[in-house]
Protein backbone atom coordinates (compact mmCIF):
# COMPACT_ATOMS: atom_id res chain seq x y z
CA UNK A 1 0.00 0.00 0.00
CA UNK A 2 2.60 1.92 0.83
CA UNK A 3 4.46 1.57 -2.89
CA UNK A 4 1.17 2.75 -4.59
CA UNK A 5 0.70 5.98 -2.63
CA UNK A 6 4.31 6.92 -2.78
CA UNK A 7 4.64 5.61 -6.89
CA UNK A 8 0.71 5.69 -8.15
CA UNK A 9 -1.01 8.31 -6.43
CA UNK A 10 -0.66 12.10 -7.18
CA UNK A 11 2.87 11.08 -9.28
CA UNK A 12 3.45 14.59 -10.13
CA UNK A 13 4.36 15.97 -6.82
CA UNK A 14 6.92 13.80 -6.01
CA UNK A 15 7.92 10.03 -6.06
CA UNK A 16 10.40 10.71 -3.77
CA UNK A 17 10.18 8.91 -0.14
CA UNK A 18 9.38 11.65 2.70
CA UNK A 19 6.98 13.77 0.23
CA UNK A 20 3.99 12.17 1.76
CA UNK A 21 2.87 15.25 3.62
CA UNK A 22 3.39 17.41 0.42
CA UNK A 23 0.31 14.75 -1.42
CA UNK A 24 -1.50 15.21 1.56
CA UNK A 25 -1.89 18.73 1.31
CA UNK A 26 -2.52 18.48 -2.22
CA UNK A 27 -5.71 16.18 -1.61
CA UNK A 28 -6.73 18.45 0.98
CA UNK A 29 -6.95 21.26 -1.58
CA UNK A 30 -8.33 19.13 -4.26
CA UNK A 31 -11.25 18.11 -1.43
CA UNK A 32 -11.71 21.22 -0.47
CA UNK A 33 -12.24 23.02 -4.15
CA UNK A 34 -14.61 19.86 -4.55
CA UNK A 35 -16.73 20.58 -1.47
CA UNK A 36 -16.65 24.36 -2.91
CA UNK A 37 -17.96 23.47 -5.88
CA UNK A 38 -20.30 21.08 -4.90
CA UNK A 39 -21.89 24.10 -2.22
CA UNK A 40 -22.03 26.50 -4.98
CA UNK A 41 -19.61 28.81 -3.67
CA UNK A 42 -17.25 28.44 -6.70
CA UNK A 43 -17.91 27.86 -10.39
CA UNK A 44 -17.68 24.63 -11.77
CA UNK A 45 -14.29 24.24 -13.98
CA UNK A 46 -14.78 24.13 -17.62
CA UNK A 47 -14.03 20.65 -19.21
CA UNK A 48 -13.50 21.82 -22.64
CA UNK A 49 -10.91 24.42 -20.97
CA UNK A 50 -7.73 23.57 -22.98
CA UNK A 51 -5.05 23.80 -19.64
CA UNK A 52 -7.62 21.37 -18.20
CA UNK A 53 -6.78 19.03 -20.64
CA UNK A 54 -3.93 16.06 -20.90
CA UNK A 55 -2.54 14.55 -23.87
CA UNK A 56 -1.55 11.04 -24.00
CA UNK A 57 1.75 11.33 -25.78
CA UNK A 58 4.02 8.18 -27.20
CA UNK A 59 6.93 8.65 -24.31
CA UNK A 60 4.14 8.12 -21.44
CA UNK A 61 2.24 5.40 -23.55
CA UNK A 62 5.00 3.49 -24.24
CA UNK A 63 6.02 3.29 -20.63
CA UNK A 64 2.88 2.33 -19.28
CA UNK A 65 2.62 -0.26 -21.52
CA UNK A 66 6.39 -1.67 -20.87
CA UNK A 67 5.58 -1.61 -17.57
CA UNK A 68 2.70 -3.74 -17.48
CA UNK A 69 4.41 -6.56 -19.90
CA UNK A 70 7.60 -6.30 -17.37
CA UNK A 71 4.97 -7.19 -14.49
CA UNK A 72 3.58 -9.76 -16.23
CA UNK A 73 7.22 -11.40 -16.90
CA UNK A 74 8.15 -10.87 -13.57
CA UNK A 75 4.97 -12.75 -12.07
CA UNK A 76 5.60 -15.73 -14.41
CA UNK A 77 9.01 -15.86 -13.20
CA UNK A 78 7.61 -16.02 -10.01
CA UNK A 79 5.36 -18.66 -10.21
CA UNK A 80 8.34 -20.63 -12.21
CA UNK A 81 10.57 -20.63 -9.13
CA UNK A 82 7.31 -21.36 -6.60
CA UNK A 83 6.96 -24.52 -9.06
CA UNK A 84 11.05 -25.06 -9.10
CA UNK A 85 10.76 -25.11 -5.24
CA UNK A 86 7.18 -27.09 -4.89
CA UNK A 87 9.03 -30.28 -7.19
CA UNK A 88 12.61 -29.47 -6.39
CA UNK A 89 14.45 -28.85 -9.11
CA UNK A 90 17.30 -26.14 -9.86
CA UNK A 91 16.01 -22.73 -11.47
CA UNK A 92 17.13 -22.05 -14.63
CA UNK A 93 17.14 -18.42 -15.52
CA UNK A 94 16.55 -18.97 -19.59
CA UNK A 95 13.38 -21.16 -19.06
CA UNK A 96 12.24 -18.68 -16.50
CA UNK A 97 12.41 -15.72 -18.67
CA UNK A 98 10.62 -16.10 -21.94
CA UNK A 99 12.08 -13.51 -24.22
CA UNK A 100 8.82 -13.57 -26.14
CA UNK A 101 6.57 -11.76 -23.69
CA UNK A 102 7.82 -8.36 -23.87
CA UNK A 103 8.36 -8.98 -27.78
CA UNK A 104 5.04 -9.79 -28.33
CA UNK A 105 2.63 -7.58 -26.39
CA UNK A 106 4.40 -4.23 -27.84
CA UNK A 107 4.08 -5.63 -31.46
CA UNK A 108 0.33 -6.88 -30.80
CA UNK A 109 0.12 -3.23 -29.44
CA UNK A 110 1.51 -1.19 -32.07
CA UNK A 111 0.42 -3.51 -35.22
CA UNK A 112 -3.39 -3.59 -33.84
CA UNK A 113 -3.92 -0.18 -32.16
CA UNK A 114 -5.35 -1.64 -28.70
CA UNK A 115 -3.31 -0.64 -25.97
CA UNK A 116 -2.88 -2.94 -23.65
CA UNK A 117 -2.71 -6.53 -22.51
CA UNK A 118 -4.04 -9.15 -25.76
CA UNK A 119 -6.15 -11.20 -23.36
CA UNK A 120 -7.64 -8.37 -21.79
CA UNK A 121 -9.33 -6.65 -24.79
CA UNK A 122 -12.60 -5.00 -22.47
CA UNK A 123 -9.91 -2.94 -20.67
CA UNK A 124 -7.46 -1.73 -23.32
CA UNK A 125 -7.70 1.21 -25.52
CA UNK A 126 -8.58 1.25 -28.58
CA UNK A 127 -6.92 2.98 -31.82
CA UNK A 128 -3.85 4.05 -29.78
CA UNK A 129 -1.76 3.98 -32.89
CA UNK A 130 -1.96 3.86 -36.42
CA UNK A 131 -0.17 3.57 -39.44
CA UNK A 132 1.51 6.93 -40.39
CA UNK A 133 0.38 8.68 -43.57
CA UNK A 134 3.09 9.48 -45.88
CA UNK A 135 1.04 10.67 -48.78
CA UNK A 136 2.87 14.23 -48.63
CA UNK A 137 4.96 15.68 -46.14
CA UNK A 138 2.00 18.13 -45.14
CA UNK A 139 -0.33 15.32 -44.56
CA UNK A 140 2.61 13.08 -42.20
CA UNK A 141 2.75 16.68 -40.57
CA UNK A 142 -1.09 16.98 -40.09
CA UNK A 143 -1.37 12.91 -38.89
CA UNK A 144 1.46 13.27 -36.40
CA UNK A 145 -0.46 16.39 -34.56
CA UNK A 146 -3.59 14.71 -34.39
CA UNK A 147 -5.31 14.39 -31.01
CA UNK A 148 -8.56 12.39 -30.74
CA UNK A 149 -11.32 13.09 -28.11
CA UNK A 150 -12.13 9.73 -26.22
CA UNK A 151 -15.93 9.96 -26.34
CA UNK A 152 -18.92 8.20 -28.16
CA UNK A 153 -19.20 9.50 -31.91
CA UNK A 154 -22.82 8.86 -31.91
CA UNK A 155 -23.00 11.54 -29.18
CA UNK A 156 -25.34 14.65 -30.03
CA UNK A 157 -23.49 16.86 -27.32
CA UNK A 158 -22.25 20.00 -29.06
CA UNK A 159 -20.21 21.65 -26.84
CA UNK A 160 -16.65 18.85 -27.13
CA UNK A 161 -17.16 19.61 -30.81
CA UNK A 162 -17.18 23.00 -30.73
CA UNK A 163 -13.62 25.35 -30.61
CA UNK A 164 -12.99 26.54 -27.23
CA UNK A 165 -11.52 30.00 -26.62
CA UNK A 166 -8.34 28.57 -25.10
CA UNK A 167 -7.73 26.60 -28.03
CA UNK A 168 -6.63 30.01 -30.25
CA UNK A 169 -3.26 29.47 -31.52
CA UNK A 170 -2.75 25.98 -30.13
CA UNK A 171 -5.96 23.66 -32.23
CA UNK A 172 -6.15 24.08 -36.10
CA UNK A 173 -9.68 26.19 -36.54
CA UNK A 174 -10.12 24.31 -40.14
CA UNK A 175 -8.70 20.78 -40.00
CA UNK A 176 -10.76 18.22 -38.84
CA UNK A 177 -13.17 14.84 -40.26
CA UNK A 178 -16.57 15.21 -41.86
CA UNK A 179 -18.82 12.76 -40.79
CA UNK A 180 -19.39 11.39 -37.21
CA UNK A 181 -15.67 12.36 -35.34
CA UNK A 182 -15.99 16.05 -36.57
CA UNK A 183 -14.70 18.39 -34.46
CA UNK A 184 -13.91 15.37 -31.71
CA UNK A 185 -10.37 14.95 -33.78
CA UNK A 186 -8.49 18.21 -33.53
CA UNK A 187 -5.10 18.96 -35.01
CA UNK A 188 -3.04 20.61 -32.36
CA UNK A 189 -1.83 23.59 -34.73
CA UNK A 190 1.85 24.01 -36.48
CA UNK A 191 3.67 26.48 -34.43
CA UNK A 192 2.12 24.99 -30.92
CA UNK A 193 4.35 23.12 -28.68
Not at 34 to 39: N, T, V
Not at 55 to 70: E, I, N, Q, S, V
Not at 158 to 184: D, F
Request: a positive charge.
Amino acid sequence: AQVILQKEMLPHISMAEGSESKKAYFFGYMIHRLLLAALERRELDDRDHFGKKRLDLAGPLLAGLFRMLFRKLTKDVYRYLQKCVETHKEFNLTLAVKQQTITNGLKYSLATGNWGDQKKTMSSKAGVSQVLNRYTYASTLSHLRRCNTPLGREGKIAKPRQLHNTHWGMVCPAETPEGQACGLVKNLALMSC
